[in-house]
């Protein structure tokens, strides 16, 4: 019976040390990003057609097209906090642009309503009227050799608590090259997203 008493304890013992490691690695190593955006935006229970994720995954943008509701959710990556969602129905989304090193490549907006900070000759092209343009990017552009610190998409809202949401696209790593596939890999992403809010604006 001694013998017997031993091994289960024994056998608890190992039990408990394994339990101990396991949950002091998830501690450690919470879960990944993506997986912590999608359960932020799936507590809204929307079917979201299309996702998209910052390359330094921080921000997932998710757009329900049935329901007509964009999303957009938040995290620090790589810390424990959890992530945080909002949602903002289509018809809020007055337009939106890609700014890069502060100056504005392309801008689609379906009003007068958006005021931009000044923008250098040639380089951006949104009328000044504040009236829808194509989306296309300009005809001139910065050599690829200089240094991109920021590309940032942001999104103008119809709202006087949030007029207007800035998403970086660039990891914190910037500054990069055109050349670079850290930054191609962005402004892919970037374009994406910018270009269904032109669908949505359009409409």
Do not use: W
């Amino acid at each position: 019976m001694l013998i017997f008493l031993m091994y289960m304890f024994a056998v608890l013992g190992v039990g408990l040390l394994l339990a101990a490691a396991v949950l002091k690695f998830r501690l450690s190593h919470p879960s990944s990003d993506p997986a912590r955006l999608a359960r932020a935006l799936g507590s809204y229970h929307l079917k979201f057609s299309r996702r998209f994720v910052t390359p330094d995954q921080s921000h997932m943008i998710a757009l329900d097209e049935a329901g007509r509701t964009l999303a957009i959710g938040s995290c620090h990556p790589g810390k424990a906090k959890h992530a945080t969602a909002q949602l903002y129905t289509f018809d809020t989304i007055l337009g939106s642009e890609i700014v890069e090193n502060a100056l504005t490549l392309t801008k689609v907006s379906k009003t007068s309503r958006i005021t931009t900070s000044t923008k250098k000759a040639g380089y951006g092209y949104g009328r000044p009227d504040g009236a829808r343009n194509s989306g296309t990017p300009a005809d001139s552009s910065p050599s690829d050799t200089e240094e991109i610190k920021e590309l940032t998409l942001r999104i103008y809202l119809s709202s006087a608590e949030t007029p207007v949401l800035s998403i970086p696209f660039l990891p914190n790593t910037a500054p990069y090259r055109k050349t670079d596939p850290e930054y191609s890999l962005a402004f892919t992403e970037v374009q994406h997203v910018h270009e269904a809010l032109l669908k949505i604006v359009s409409a």
